[in-house]
């Protein structure tokens, strides 16, 4: 082999470098050629490829994110540990516990190959949460598909899905939540974003940090192989073409079994105290963990990269710098520790070599053999990529678009017409039953799970003395944002903060994961500032803060971008576990009761887009105060409401259906009190609104504390029976609506 070193690079700086194979651009070449003062080895080269891709350096979007930072950090109850720039975000969540969280995507990889892209989707996520020194306790998996019927998506479906659950179910790791949705800008691009949450003590935090001359580096785990080479930092970072990835690098191959060693090793390594400092390898693998690690310490690393333990013998220096092989874990260990810390992981039957030391020279040094074949400041490489401020602006469609309002589409007249459109909304795919896709996830393993789907949030309990507790939403509307990125934004989040309000639990810090099309697209580019912007403000208007999260852009497959797609997750704090509210109806004869103001908001709901295959308008309105006093009273209603559900895809016939299935307990209602028009009361998606239900002798506290926090509040009906009964309009049974609902997946998928 002829080996580039850096030697070699100095006396022969006119060779030909494939840079622009690799995704650089020719500024960005002559950039880095500018900061070594001399030509990349074909190592540096990798390294600089992969990390200053679109997946890793955010060169397209830290320009919008950078206005995060304008958010107060502090939460209500307690402060935030660790926060944006971290492997996952930390909140102290009282009694000496934190909650770690974070959302990620591995969408272009889940279409190349479904199971094991999604797979490892979730295996990535778990170590960012493990690397901060907390036990991953829970997973949620937001997803977005092409139309149910169409051929593709009955490629990648089942494949993602199943990727998902047996990663996860493999792990002894509850999946608590996330969503399913369909929409034909899917088709050929879907989303797979995984969430996980963690739960440490304050005293076990740990940070992606290498420190103290003379403190080794371990590399622990799984071995290193050929596959993800490149993997997600290359192919998340390019557009799809109408024939396929232009890109289509292997996809890492997930091993739960072996990730589970992984988990167990570290936390007893963590408990032991002999780690300084941590990094997993996810995208960009090795270039990932020696950069940031050597960046963010003390600024010098040398490794001897021929130490790493390889699967595949024949790989190059490049190639090793580049694959993502999953479940391999970086850490720094001062010299004392070395021997706990290797007796520690052959006790797990992990593998670990040292591979180097943390240095005072500045510089990321890495020798092959004896070679030099690294020699670059590491902060060039993991944090001072390339920043683009790409154009963007409105486009010239978003006037039309927003005048052409779903108000002057045909609507159900009468109760017949009215009970033919609820029945066909609840079968529509977004808003049916996800049994299939959530019956092969295991919701209940660890036995801390306290609500799961189809509840509207996933709670968990932290603490079996006290039953502290957290709750996670993840929402977005693409249609929504679509019509409005800015309040689509807001709107996403809303939903998730709602939802986790809803079981009783106080909305504490945000992630989001904001998948959008092109940035070299204006109108994308347009779409995801808006977005970010609409982020910012609600934040700050609601007191959260955003701890993480992630973007990922090129989700577009030839002209035709995704619905811009910025899914939020709320995290919400609940003292005791065991006074949650639930969503659905619990018994017969307690009185149902809607929070907040019904207007008549139908651009961009299931009803136009399933009845009229519509999209234009103007979303619902945000009324960020509202959701504010909302939230803070559904909280105060905990003890009070037996039932809470939100109102959002499909309004409160949906709600209505949802919430009767619960149990098999009917309700009546009268809509007089909700809107004058019976199919905007039933239809309509205006944010702000919850469905409660009190017992008879509550009913009086329940609309007192509703006029002390400034909320609107109608009585609207009864729960009991058997049926769906909308007064004056129809009466659909409970098992005839179910039934309904329950069909649509298991018919489609099999």
């Known amino acids: 082999m002829n080996l580039d070193t850096v030697v070699r690079a100095a006396g022969d700086p006119d060779r030909e470098q494939p840079w622009a194979d690799l995704g650089l651009k020719t500024d960005e070449y002559d950039r880095i050629r500018e900061i070594l003062g001399r030509r990349p080895t074909s190592s540096e080269l990798a390294m600089y490829s992969v990390m200053w891709s679109e997946h890793c350096s955010y060169k397209s979007s830290k320009v919008h994110l950078k206005q995060f930072s304008e958010i107060p950090q502090e939460t209500r109850a307690g402060k935030m540990l660790a926060g944006i720039g971290e492997n996952a975000g930390v909140i102290d969540i009282g009694q000496g516990y934190a909650v770690t969280f974070k959302v990620e995507s591995h969408n272009h990889p889940s279409y190349v190959e479904p199971h094991q892209g999604a797979a490892t989707g979730i295996g990535g996520i778990v170590r960012d949460i493990l690397a901060m020194g907390a036990r991953p306790v829970a997973v949620m998996d937001p997803l977005r598909f092409g139309p149910l019927d169409a051929p593709d998506t009955h490629r990648v479906l089942p494949g993602i899905v199943e990727g998902v659950g047996h990663y996860g179910n493999c792990l002894g790791l509850p999946n608590i939540g996330g969503e399913a949705v369909f929409d034909p800008t899917y088709l050929g691009n879907p989303l797979v974003n995984a969430l996980c949450v963690g739960v440490l003590r304050h005293e076990d935090l740990h940070l992606a940090k290498a420190s103290g001359v003379g403190n080794q580096v371990i590399l622990y785990g799984a071995r290193t192989g050929g596959d993800g080479i490149g993997g997600v930092s290359v192919l998340a970072s390019e557009t799809f073409d109408a024939d396929g990835p232009a890109k289509r690098p292997s996809v890492q191959v997930g091993d739960p079994f072996m990730e589970k060693l992984l988990i167990e090793c570290t936390l007893e390594l ?301 995290l919400g704090v609940i003292e005791d576990v065991r006074r949650r509210t639930p969503s659905g109806f619990e018994a017969a004869g307690e009185t149902v009761v809607l929070l907040g103001e019904t207007r008549e908001e139908l651009s961009g709901s299931e009803w136009a887009h399933v009845v009229h295959g519509h999209l234009g308008g103007r979303p619902p309105v945000v009324d960020l105060a509202a959701e504010k006093a909302l939230g803070a009273l559904l909280v105060d209603l905990v003890g009070v409401a037996t039932s809470a559900h939100d109102l959002s895809d499909g309004g409160l016939a949906q709600a209505l259906a949802e919430t009767t299935f619960h149990r098999g307990v009917g309700v009546s209602v009268g809509l007089d009190a909700v809107h004058a028009d019976p199919f905007v009361a039933l239809f309509a998606e205006s944010a702000a609104r919850v469905l409660v239900t009190v017992p008879a002798e509550g009913v009086n506290e329940l609309l007192a504390r509703a006029t002390a926090y400034g909320v609107p509040v109608a009585a609207i009906g009864r729960t009991g029976g058997d049926a769906i009964v909308v007064d004056g309009q129809f009466e659909i049974a409970v098992d005839e609506a179910r039934t309904a609902w329950a069909a649509t997946l298991p018919a489609a998928l099999g």
């Open 270 to 570: 963590f408990a032991a105290g002999v780690v300084a400092g941590i990094q997993d390898l996810g995208g960009a693998g090795l270039s990932c963990a020696t950069s940031e690690l050597a960046s963010a310490g003390d600024g010098g690393m040398h490794v001897d990269l021929e130490k790493v333990l390889l699967r595949d013998s024949t790989l190059a220096p490049e190639e090793i710098l580049m694959s993502e092989s999953q479940e391999r874990m970086m850490a720094v260990v001062e010299p004392d520790d070395v021997a706990a810390f290797l007796a520690i992981c052959a006790k797990w039957e992990v593998e670990a070599t040292v591979v180097g030391e943390v240095t005072d020279t500045g510089r990321l040094e890495i020798d092959w053999h004896g070679e030099r074949v690294v020699d670059v400041p590491p902060r060039s490489v993991a944090h001072d990529g390339p920043t683009y401020e790409r154009p963007f602006a409105r486009p010239d469609w978003q006037d039309a678009l927003q005048a052409d309002g779903a108000e002057a589409l045909p609507r159900p007249a009468g109760g017949d017409e009215l009970r033919a459109t609820l029945l066909r909304l609840v079968a529509s795919p977004n808003l049916a039953d996800k049994s299939w896709i959530t019956d092969q996830y295991d919701r209940y393993v660890r036995g801390n799970t306290v609500l799961a789907q189809p509840a509207d949030s996933g709670m968990v309990r932290v603490d079996e003395e006290t039953h502290l507790g957290v709750a996670v939403s993840t929402d977005c509307n693409g249609r929504f944002a679509k019509l409005d990125p800015y309040a689509g934004a807001q709107l996403a989040l809303v939903e998730s903060y709602r939802n986790v309000a809803t079981g009783g639990a106080v909305p504490m810090a945000i992630s989001d994961c904001l998948n959008f099309g092109s940035p070299e697209d204006p109108a994308v580019m347009w779409q995801f500032a808006e977005a970010c912007r609409g982020l910012k403000d609600a934040c700050i208007e609601l007191e959260i803060p955003v701890t993480g999260g992630n973007v990922s852009l090129y989700n577009q497959t030839g002209e035709t971008a995704i619905l811009p797609t910025p899914v939020v997750a709320v």
